[in-house]
């Protein structure tokens, strides 16, 4: 599989990520074992967890991710992975580790001791990318770098990155890395799919210009593209149905987000396209995301490994010009098909 640096740093790293979050919830240990030695076997040294994981969160199954990720790293050579890992953060609101005891935010008290947690669960003595899962904008960005930067010097995490971050987020904190010395972001890790294209308005610029590679999660747009809800179905055991059944308000938001006779128009138009050029819909869409250049690695999931075949396809496939400018036309046609979630705006 082919490889890509993150940013400016010299990390190199497959053209997809194996995200981890299903594991510890819709996944069991063995299983999740499973789909990483098959990404692993078909070149994927990539691997992205957090210490919030699995999804949903919830506080009796927090770390348990990284606890099964690291029992798998010790069965590999160290340092044929690249691993990444999250701090949870306190921006967003919704989500506080336990461990915290109901007090956290992206200080240095908490950033340094999220870090030990997490090398402990991953059982390995240094993060390779180490990402602030939610910004906190009401910290200063210079403590939030301060740390990482101490935490480079002592060896722990080797390259900076952040997530679910704005455009001002990503400026500010390059801003504060510039007029400080201290060590700079080389990602963001952001959703972007076929039904939320919003990162290509400001964000792919900012990349572009300053060399920060994002990291598109959700490449399927949670499922959606693989048309699973198409019809209005909401199939037993999928994730939005779940959110829809039994989850908290703002799970049955995200659902009815990402799952609306907008985002499924847009699948129908996809799948057309798909069987127009004889390629499964997973592969093309997971091929559309990765085939931008400020794109290094487009990040999937799985919760068993038969979904992984559709998938890993994508690897190698470059979409050409023609595919790519009917895909652009379903957005000139539906524009924006997945709402900006409010409870996110920050």
């Known amino acids: 599989m082919r490889k890509r640096r993150l940013g400016k740093s010299g990390l190199v790293v497959s053209e997809i990520c194996m995200g981890t979050m299903t594991f510890g919830d819709q996944t069991d240990e063995p299983m999740s074992h499973r789909i990483m030695d098959v990404a692993y076997e078909k070149g994927v040294n990539f691997f992205d967890a957090a210490e919030m994981y699995p999804v949903p969160p919830r506080a009796e199954t927090y770390g348990v991710t990284e606890e099964f990720v690291g029992r798998w790293l010790k069965t590999k050579p160290r340092d044929s992975i690249i691993l990444a890992t999250k701090i949870t953060g306190a921006g967003h609101g919704w989500f506080v580790p336990p461990v915290r005891h109901g007090m956290t935010c992206l200080d240095r008290h908490q950033i340094i001791r999220a870090v030990e947690c997490s090398l402990q669960r991953l059982q390995t003595d240094y993060i390779d990318l180490y990402q602030t899962h939610w910004p906190d904008h009401g910290m200063r960005h210079e403590e939030t770098l301060a740390a990482m930067t101490e935490l480079k010097q002592q060896g722990k995490i080797r390259v900076i990155g952040c997530s679910n971050e704005t455009c001002w987020g990503v400026m500010k904190s390059l801003w504060t890395s510039d007029v400080t010395g201290l ?38 747009g949670g499922g959606v593209l693989c048309g699973k809800y198409n019809g209005g179905q909401f199939p037993e055991g999928a994730r939005f149905s779940h959110y829809l059944l039994h989850g908290k308000e703002r799970q049955k938001n995200m659902a009815r987000r990402f799952v609306n006779n907008r985002t499924l128009a847009v699948v129908e138009r996809m799948e057309a396209i798909a069987e127009e050029i004889g390629m499964h819909p997973v592969t093309l869409a997971t091929a559309w995301s990765k085939n931008h250049d400020y794109v290094a690695s487009t990040i999937i999931g799985a919760s068993h490994v038969g979904q992984l075949e559709t998938t890993l396809a994508a690897g190698n496939v470059d979409l050409d010009q023609e595919t790519m400018a009917k895909l652009d036309q379903i957005e000139v046609d539906i524009p924006n098909a997945m709402p900006e979630d409010g409870l996110r705006r920050l």
């Open 183 to 220: 060590d700079r972001i080389d990602t963001v890790q952001n959703n972007f799919s076929l039904i939320n294209r919003r990162c290509e308005s400001e964000l792919a610029q900012v990349c572009r210009q300053e060399k920060v590679s994002l990291l598109p999660y959700s490449p399927l």
